[in-house]
């Protein structure tokens, strides 16, 4: 800085006060001596650029960067144990070009198999017979998809519901008897074993979500234990006569009136039913409740911050019991899904997998409706597609969970993937454009 002592001398009206500079200018402008890149550093940033750069450093590629590490590790996997590749590694350094030849043929064939089961069988004849692997990718992630959204539903309001499994269990109970049980005109009958699964997923998710809001009990754990009553009441109720299908002495029931099943999409030669376009209404409901509604908002402002949402006067406690009530009305649509479109009868296996599943399905669409479908879709794709690899190259189908696995690693450690792929947030960026652009003023 230069002593005021050799400055010049100056006009008394040049040492008035400047005015002031006009609506919507940027301080520090021109007239302040700040040079062109100082001014585009101080100026808001190009929308185009910040919209791209949402896109490369945000939670969408991670979960993409994910899937293609977790793909990466089971092409490993693959490698290291086909019978070519260990056979072509004894001679290695003598001719590499074999092994690298093996590995590649062991993982294409692994992979295309994945694909052709999953999604267009290239190797058909016809295109019906080409794309029923799609149409079955479709059935399974059908029952994904539902139980993902009450699991992403119930994250959103910052609570963990892990009873996915038992209330799907409970809406394919209550869905499986009004199908056998009643005798009714196709849409009516349809519509009330619905509506009864809805019923039996959020009764039992109601259950988990009253004991939270008046009680204080650990949603985990309550869920967890509403899991293991749920699986051994479906044992028991399969044994009794009001279940138990007549002549059988297997735990089974009867098949439901085909009144109450879901229509087939494409006609008998597939398994495509109109759960799956109930499923995609479902999302859509899910994404209008939580971003277009006053509910929805109560629901999210208290999973920010709980004890914000209850000063500003939101009751917390209706929120849990409304956020599990709908969590355990989707998981129970997904029950009617397995009932009344795929398996037709109930048995302990009703459920499969798929409670436990969709927790990794929300967990990979991060909490969103629309992620959660993708995701669905892209684990429906797995277990589908895992089947015909099996059957086809001979790999088991447990390399598909060691996949799934990985993805459930990979998405809950964002910071490693960003660090594998040197991926960067642009925070630095912005505090060092910020710090030189304050100086730029101080300067001025």
Request: hydrophobic share 50%; glycine share 12%.
């Amino acid at each position: 800085m230069s002593d005021p002592a050799n400055l010049p001398d100056r006009d008394p009206a040049s040492t008035q006060t400047p005015p002031p500079p006009p609506a919507g200018s940027t301080p520090g402008g021109a007239a302040a001596g700040n040079t062109p890149a100082q001014l585009a550093e101080a100026s808001p940033q190009d929308p185009q650029a910040s919209l791209m750069r949402r896109i490369t450093t945000g939670n969408g590629l991670v979960s993409v960067l994910a899937i293609v590490l977790s793909l990466l590790v089971g092409a490993i996997l693959i490698a290291a144990t086909d019978e070519r590749v260990t056979s072509a590694a004894s001679y290695f350094f003598s001719r590499p070009t074999d092994m690298l030849s093996a590995i590649w043929a062991s993982v294409s064939e692994a992979y295309g198999a994945l694909f052709r089961s999953a999604f267009f069988n290239t190797q058909a004849d016809g295109f019906a017979n080409a794309i029923y692997p799609l149409t079955e990718t479709l059935t399974v992630a059908t029952p994904l998809i539902l139980a993902g959204l009450g699991v992403a539903l119930a994250f959103r309001v910052g609570l963990f519901n892990i009873g996915g499994q038992g209330q799907i269990i409970l809406g394919a109970m209550l869905a499986g008897w009004v199908g056998f049980t009643l005798n009714l005109p196709a849409g009516l009958h349809l519509l009330l074993a619905v509506v009864a699964g809805i019923i039996g997923g959020a009764i039992w998710g109601g259950i988990a979500g009253v004991l939270k809001a008046k009680r204080g009990a650990h949603e985990v754990i309550v869920t967890i234990m509403l899991n293991y009553i749920a699986v051994y009441l479906l044992l028991y109720v399969l044994t009794t006569p009001g279940f138990q299908r007549p002549g059988s002495n297997n735990p089974i029931s009867p098949e439901i009136h085909e009144s109450a099943a879901y229509p087939l999409i494409f006609g008998s030669g597939f398994r495509l039913h109109l759960g799956f376009i109930v499923a995609l209404l479902a999302v859509a409901f899910v994404w209008w409740l939580l971003n277009r509604s006053t509910t929805g908002f109560e629901l999210r402002a208290v999973g920010a911050n709980p004890q914000a949402a209850r000063t500003a006067g939101i009751n917390v406690s209706r929120a849990y019991i409304t956020a599990m009530v709908i969590a355990g009305a989707l998981a129970g649509l997904a029950g009617t899904a397995q009932i009344s479109g795929t398996e037709r009868s109930l048995s302990g296996d009703i459920a499969a997998s798929f409670g436990f599943d969709a927790i990794t399905v929300a967990l990979l669409g991060r909490s969103n409706p629309i992620g959660t479908m993708f995701a669905g879709l892209l684990f429906g794709a797995l277990r589908a597609g895992g089947v015909g690899m099996q059957s086809n190259t001979g790999i088991p189908i447990d390399i598909v969970l060691v996949v799934q696995s990985f993805i459930v690693l990979f998405i809950a450690a964002p910071p490693l993937v960003r660090s594998i792929f040197r991926i960067h947030t642009g925070q630095k960026k912005s505090r060092k454009s910020t710090a030189r652009t304050a100086k730029a003023g101080g300067a001025a």
